[in-house]
């Protein structure tokens, strides 16, 4: 079941009853609700209303989920079989009422969500091609312009000829606040995953002449040997590593290292560089002992606790 932590669940009766799907887009609606508190789960909920969508975005308070994103809702026609929907609050007045600060940002969460659960690309679905991978509006495929909505045609996304949903002021919100602010978190997100390097330090069991074992420090997919005795120095994906029979090393590229351990008979010995911003946590750390005590060659997975330093 995929349900965000972001929302509050009040789920529908049809999440236990409606297919499964593999979502590949995200379409934002608008309520056209009655001014006042909405509890749009109570509406879908009734037997009488044969539509729903998955989320609720109200101008205040946390989000409702109403469907597992994974089941299909109906909101959306032709798009149902792919696509994830919401609803946003508008006191019925969506042309009047842009989406606040808050609706903005809740939804630029969970489309982050969307695109790190589902892999929905943070890209906007083209104009004239319904079935694309990525995010839209309601009524974007149902006018030959669709921003400003002129040039009615039939929309493979909705029942009804015409409809504006979520009408142009939300639409350009979309277009031009919305979807740009979640390709900008999306970028950082994966720039500091891609910053958050897995290393393997592998360990000698056969120690040196002062009592020390080595050991080697590299990335994933790309080992670095040491010569016992004899340090090397070798760029790995634009990092310097150094390793030898006493000690390990990671520098970056400017020879500002980071983090340093050794071992011997007292022990491991780990000397972080007090001005850098990655470090190793104390389980890498025992992870590590752990090998250096029992002596054996092998790898061990550890993972920064910080940023590299550039």
């Not at 943070?122 to 839209?136: H, L, Y």
């Not at 790995?236 to 400017?254: C, M, P, R, S």
Request: one cysteine or more.
């Amino acid at each position: 079941m995929a349900l965000w932590s972001g929302a509050e669940l009040q789920l529908l009766p049809e999440n236990a009853t409606q297919r499964r799907i593999v979502p590949t887009q995200g379409i934002a609606h608008t309520a056209v609700d009655a001014k006042g508190l909405t509890r749009l789960w109570r509406y879908f909920g009734r037997v009488d209303v044969k539509a729903e969508t998955h989320l609720w975005f109200p101008f205040s308070g946390p989000p409702v989920q109403m469907m597992d994103t994974e089941v299909e809702a109906d909101a959306n026609r032709l798009a149902d079989a792919r696509a994830v929907s919401w609803e946003t609050e508008d006191d019925g007045n969506p042309v009047g009422n842009p989406w606040n600060d808050h609706q903005l940002e809740q939804q630029a969460q969970f489309m982050v969500w969307l695109h790190r659960t589902h892999g929905i690309p943070a890209v906007q679905i083209p104009f004239g091609d319904d079935r694309a991978p990525g995010f839209g509006w309601h009524a974007m495929h149902g006018f030959d312009d669709p921003i400003a909505q002129t040039g009615r045609r039939d929309n493979p996304w909705s029942f009804y000829r015409g409809k504006t949903c979520p009408g142009p002021t939300r639409i350009r919100q979309f277009v031009y606040e919305l979807l740009p602010d979640v390709q900008r978190r999306v970028a950082r997100i994966d720039q500091e995953e891609a910053d958050m390097a897995v290393w393997f330090i592998e360990i000698d069991p056969q120690p040196g002449a002062n009592g020390r074992r080595s050991g080697w420090v590299c990335k994933e997919g790309q080992p670095i040997r040491a010569i016992n005795g004899a340090p090397e120095v070798a760029f790995v994906l634009g990092e310097i590593v150094h390793a030898n029979e006493d000690h390990g090393q990671v520098l970056t590229t400017e020879g500002d290292y980071f983090m340093g351990w050794w071992a011997d008979e007292q022990g491991l010995g780990f000397r972080p560089n007090t001005g850098a911003a990655a470090s190793l946590s104390d389980a890498d750390v025992a992870r590590i002992a752990a090998a250096v005590e029992t002596g054996e060659r092998g790898e061990v997975t550890i993972e920064l606790t910080g940023r590299l330093t550039s």
